[in-house]
C-alpha cells in the first residue's frame, strides 16, 4: 500500500524544468501533401511559458518522429528536465531518446497504446491507497483529482518494458463539476514516468502532471481568444505565418500585462499604447 500524504501549505518548487509536447491542428488548413488538416507540435516550457521549439506536419501520423526529431535537436541544449506529453505522442522511440539525452518524463497512455494501456487499466488500483488529492476551481468548474502510484518494479508489466527506463504507473482521477449546470463527469486517466521521476514525491508527481495543462492553456488561448480554429485563412503559407503572429501575440501579452487576452484588448481598444508598451 502507498501510504496518503498531506497537501502542504507552501507551494514547493519543481526540482527539474518541464517540457510539455503537445500537437494542435490548424483547423481548415490542408496540407498539400496530405489533403488532411496540418498539425503544429510545440516543445512548450509551463515555467517560462515559451515556445522552445515546432514542427509543422501533413497531419498527426508523424507527431512521435517530430518529437524525437526535436529532443535531438534542442534536448542537450535546455536544462535537465521532465517530458510531459499525451497519448498520442507515447512511443519506445520517444522515451528511449528522452533517456538518451539526460531528461525524465511522465506521460499519458491512452487506448492506443494497446496493450500497455491494458495492463495498467487492470492493475490492482483497488488495493492502492489515494497517495494525493486536490481540489481546484475555475473555467466554469470543480475538480477534484486523486492520484495513485505503483512502482514498475513490484508489477508484472511485461508491455512496459519496451519503455526506456520506466519507474512508475499513475492511475489519476478527475470528478469535475460544472459549476452552472450541475453536471459531474469521471474521467480515470493513466500514465507512465522514468525511475527519475518515480524517486519524486506523490505530491510533485501531480504537479507535473497538472501543469502538463500550461501547454493545453497556451492552445486554448490561441483558439478562443484569437480564433485561430475560425481564422478564414486556409492557404498553409498564410495559415503558418498567422500562427506564428499568435504565438508572439501571447508572448508579448505575456509580458506585457501577464495577460495574453488583457493585452488583446488594449490593443483593440488603443493601439498607440499597445505599441509604446512595446517599445519600453
Known sequence: MIEGKKKSK??????????????????????????REEIDVTIFCPETKQVLDKRTLGDKEGERSAVVEIIGKIGAEIPQGF???????????VT?????????YILQIKGNSGIAFEEAEHLPWH???VANEERSHGHGRDELRRVKALVAEFTDLTEFEKYADIGVVLQVERVSRVTK?????????Y????????????????????DHWGQESYHWIKDKV??????????????????TFRSLVAKFGRKVCDSPSRFI????????????????
Open 191 to 210: 500514465y507512465i514516468g522514468d525511475e527519475t521521476f518515480a524517486a519524486l514525491d506523490l505530491e510533485m508527481q501531480a504537479r507535473y502532471i497538472r
Open 265 to 280: 484588448y488594449m490593443f483593440s481598444a488603443n493601439p498607440e499604447k499597445a505599441v509604446l508598451c512595446l517599445q519600453l
Open 83 to 93: 517530458v510531459s506529453a499525451d497519448a498520442g505522442i507515447v512511443s519506445p522511440q
Open 127 to 129: 488495493r492502492v491507497v
Open 10 to 35: 507552501k507551494r514547493k518548487l519543481k526540482p527539474r524544468p518541464q517540457y510539455c509536447f503537445d500537437g494542435k491542428a490548424r483547423k481548415g488548413c490542408k496540407s498539400q501533401e496530405t489533403g
Open 181 to 189: 449546470t450541475g453536471k459531474t463527469t469521471n474521467e480515470m486517466s
Open 226 to 243: 484569437m480564433q485561430e480554429d475560425d481564422s478564414m485563412q486556409r492557404q498553409p503559407n498564410g495559415s503558418r505565418a498567422l500562427a
Open 96 to 104: 528511449k531518446s528522452i533517456i538518451d539525452k539526460g531528461h525524465g
